[in-house]
């Protein structure tokens, strides 16, 4: 008989949502309850990318490569991560934290005008479509200027208002969206802690 792959949660969010500080969290909290976990994050190298165009006097990494180009290499760094983070928990039986998953890769398609039948939505969708649905996806929701502060205060990098608002719209318009469950995050790390782990208790003893 196979054995039953390990729970997967997947964290989503635009940036600033506190989705990375959480899925730490959620890592270390499962496992210290005797439900090993293990943190993963599956980003697209946007922060590379983008770093690399301005070092090349271009805008960000779409105006470096090309749209169709610039998908290509950014599904398939999401795609790598996600491959073994999946791996890495079959192989050692720990639930799998995702901060970030395929629906991330969705939404940004979306936001910048090919996440719907377009032919590379089409494309990463079939390549991604090996990839199993979540025991639980949950997203992180707060308004777009707490989202941006927070993001300024990290001092790494910036966000536009606008952009961070069209974000969470592209994560809401997606297919998916209606098994997705939302979780205000603008309270406390506490609070948000709390209000995540009642969703994950829940998704593992369903």
Known sequence: MQRRRPPVIALLGVDGVGKTTQARRLARTLTAAGQPASYFENGGGRPLLDA????????????????????????????????????????????????????????????RGDGGSGSGARRVRAAYRRFPVPDLVVLFTAPATLAQARVERRGRDHEDLDRLAAFAEAYRSLPEAAAFHELPAAGTPDEVHGALLTLVTAALHH
């Open 52 to 111: 690399l165009a301005r070092r090349l006097g271009r805008r960000d990494g779409p105006d470096l490569l090309g749209p169709r180009v610039h998908v290509t290499v950014e599904a398939t760094f999401r795609g790598l991560a996600i491959t073994r983070a999946l791996a890495l928990s079959r192989l050692t039986g720990r639930i799998a934290v995702m901060d970030r998953y395929t629906y991330c890769q969705y939404a940004v398609m979306r936001l």
